[in-house]
């Protein structure tokens, strides 16, 4: 069964930092393209950030360029989302997700195939 765990979530300062971790088991992410999703309280989720397992092709949403970087690390398994310079509004439960879109910016777009795996979130938290 394919597993992702989130972790790294937390309450921070505006102008913050956070990194999050979304570690997988039962499956090779080699094979499959990650995405950083966030749902904020009354709002729909919305893709972040994704990598392609390939090439290492990256799509970010542009409420995020310039401050998020996301990375993956095969020998770990795991995938990290750098959020620097955070904000009130990226105050949200932060969820990663499996598939084998497309292409990142479809995957982070439209959202994953009913066949992906999603993780079971983490909380976010930007406030002073």
């Known amino acids: 069964q394919l597993q992702l765990v989130e972790s790294g979530g937390g309450l921070v300062q505006p102008g913050g930092s956070l990194r999050l971790s979304c570690a997988a088991s039962g499956f090779t992410l080699d094979y499959y393209a990650i995405g950083w999703f966030r749902q904020a309280p009354g709002k729909e989720r919305e893709g972040v950030s994704c990598i392609s397992s390939s090439d290492g092709s990256t799509y970010y949403a542009d409420s995020v360029k310039g401050r998020f970087t996301i990375s993956r690390d095969n020998a770990k398994n795991t995938v990290y989302l750098q959020m620097n310079s955070l904000k009130p509004e990226d105050t949200a439960v932060y969820y990663c997700?499996?598939?084998?879109?497309?292409?990142?910016?479809?995957?982070?777009?439209?959202?994953?195939?009913?066949?992906?795996?999603w993780g079971q979130g983490t909380q976010v938290t930007v406030s002073s």
């Open positions: 997700a499996a598939d084998r879109p497309s292409s990142v910016q479809a995957m982070c777009i439209i959202g994953i195939h009913p066949r992906g795996s």
